[in-house]
């Protein structure tokens, strides 16, 4: 999978795609990124890439002219099957989407700045917007890492026990169930015995139980 970014802060994307599963996915060749910074392609003498907003209302908007430069020069290099804005009025990104984006080859994330980007990107290049979450932040950059992080680690190869994935929370519209770990005991805080008991069967229903409950008390609209 190739991920392209384009930013006007690159470097915000320098410390989390380089380390953890990112690295590791990059190191195994099974994912790419590339960072663009949106300046390289603006015509403007000093790399401005934002003006003021038509109609007089405060802020800066980023211009058409310099993200439809990159976002034409990355296609005529190859296809893509979604160029994606992050944008706090785009649709609720969840796991369901993340397993279905884990599965493509090539894939742009826009990272929006200031007061937002020229309407008419959004209208002729864009072909997704998603929002990771109903508030908004100061610019685009960390919705593109949860997206990247997200869909990334989906794919096969890029964890050590593929398994791991599967039992994520919101698989199967589901929290995930407690886990423990050594020591079965501590200061009189034990491990439930069945975990302890081998028994494989019982303990996948308990896990399975436990998930249901967790749902219904902490998250009851996934279960609708």
């Known amino acids: 999978m190739r991920i392209d970014i384009l930013t006007v802060l690159p470097e915000m994307l320098e410390s989390p795609l380089g380390c953890s599963i990112l690295k590791r996915a990059a190191d195994k060749g099974l994912a790419e990124y590339h960072v663009h910074n949106l ?12 003006d003021y ?27 893509y099957d979604e160029v994606i804005f992050t944008s706090p009025d785009g649709e609720q990104f969840t796991q369901p ?29 864009i072909t997704r917007e998603i929002s990771i979450g109903d508030y908004v932040l100061t610019g685009g950059e960390i919705p593109a890492v949860v997206i ?5 680690r989906l794919i ?17 519209n589901l929290l995930a169930p407690p886990v423990y770990s050594r020591p079965s005991s501590y200061k009189g805080w034990d491990v439930p015995p069945i975990l302890l008991s081998g028994h494989e069967a019982k303990i996948a229903e308990w896990r399975h139980e436990q998930a249901l ?11 609708k």
């Open 39 to 50: 300046r390289d392609y603006s015509t403007n003498r000093h790399r401005k890439v934002d």
């Open 53 to 79: 907003p038509f109609g007089g209302e405060a802020g800066m908007v980023m211009q058409v002219e310099p993200i439809d430069r990159a976002i034409s020069a990355l296609k005529a290099e190859r296809d």
């Open 97 to 125: 989407m993340a397993n279905s984006m884990s599965m493509l080859e090539n894939i742009i994330i826009l990272c929006g700045h200031y007061k937002g980007i020229d309407y008419r990107i959004r209208e002729h290049l």
């Open 148 to 152: 990247t992080d997200a869909i990334v």
């Open 156 to 172: 096969p190869g890029v964890l050590g026990d593929e398994q791991s994935a599967l039992s994520d929370s919101y698989q199967d």
């Open 213 to 223: 409950e967790r749902t219904r008390r902490l998250r009851p609209d996934l279960l």
